[in-house]
């Protein structure tokens, strides 16, 4: 069955751990980090990630749209990352390969994510590293963006490459989930959905969570 991971940018920020217990019916937390270079925009970081953990059981997802990831993967971790997500466009191939070799030293799991002009052959190089592979549906940056056409394609070939190492990696979609996008990943072959407008804007938050899943 397919994770959800309802994403906090969407969250109400004036009652953050009222917003984390409200999607608990989620599968994990999904905590986007910007930092304004990397992405137009600056998000949050290192102090709500430790204030958060102890609001909730579920695994936090970490995805860090920061360049230069290498320089703060560690103190994710220390701070209740569960996973930890750099973007192989935020630095140099060695760097990224330090980064994603730091996370599991730390026993976390790693991902990987590509932009949406970056092809899905780019984490080629570090597949036997990845617990997670991240494809972005839409310019990573801000919430409530509409979900692009090719992003199926891109699951699927993600798909196919972790069957073809042999790993135990998830596919994960974000950006522009709802109803029926959620249902195009699912059947590409992705294994954990994000979804952040579309969970935080609905009546049911539960009961949303438990329509993007599909069963
Ligand atoms: C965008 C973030 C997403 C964002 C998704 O850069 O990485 O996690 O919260 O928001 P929706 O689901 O509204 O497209
Ligand atoms: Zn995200």
Redesign the pocket.
């Known amino acids: 069955m397919v994770k959800i991971a309802p ?1 906090i ?2 969250a109400d920020f004036t009652r953050l751990g009222l917003e984390v217990e409200s999607v608990k019916s989620g599968d994990l937390i ?1 905590f ?1 980090v ?1 930092d304004g270079v990397f ?1 137009p925009n600056i998000s949050y970081g290192l102090p709500v990630l430790k204030a958060l953990r102890p609001v909730t059981a579920l695994p936090m997802d970490v ?1 860090l ?1 920061i360049t230069k990831p290498l320089r703060f993967v560690e103190r994710f971790c220390d701070l209740g990352a569960d996973v930890v997500t750099v973007h192989v466009e935020a630095d140099e191939p060695d760097k990224i390969r330090e980064a994603l070799l730091r996370i599991r030293a730390r026993g976390k799991k790693a991902g990987l994510s590509v932009k949406p002009a970056t092809p899905v052959s780019a984490c080629q190089p570090f597949a036997e590293l990845l617990d997670n592979l991240l494809i ?1 549906a ?8 509409s979900f692009m056409a090719d992003a199926p394609e891109k699951i699927a070939q993600a798909a196919a490459l972790v069957r073809r190492v042999g790993r135990d990696c998830d596919i994960e979609v ?4 709802n109803r029926e996008t959620a249902r195009l990943c699912r059947e590409a072959g992705a294994t954990v959905l ?6 935080f804007k609905a009546p049911d938050r539960a009961e949303e969570i438990r329509i993007l899943r599909g069963i």
């Open positions: 994403s940018l969407s999904h986007d910007m992405v995805h749209m972005m839409v310019e990573p940056g801000f919430g409530g963006q974000d950006g522009g989930i994000v979804a952040g407008s579309h969970i």
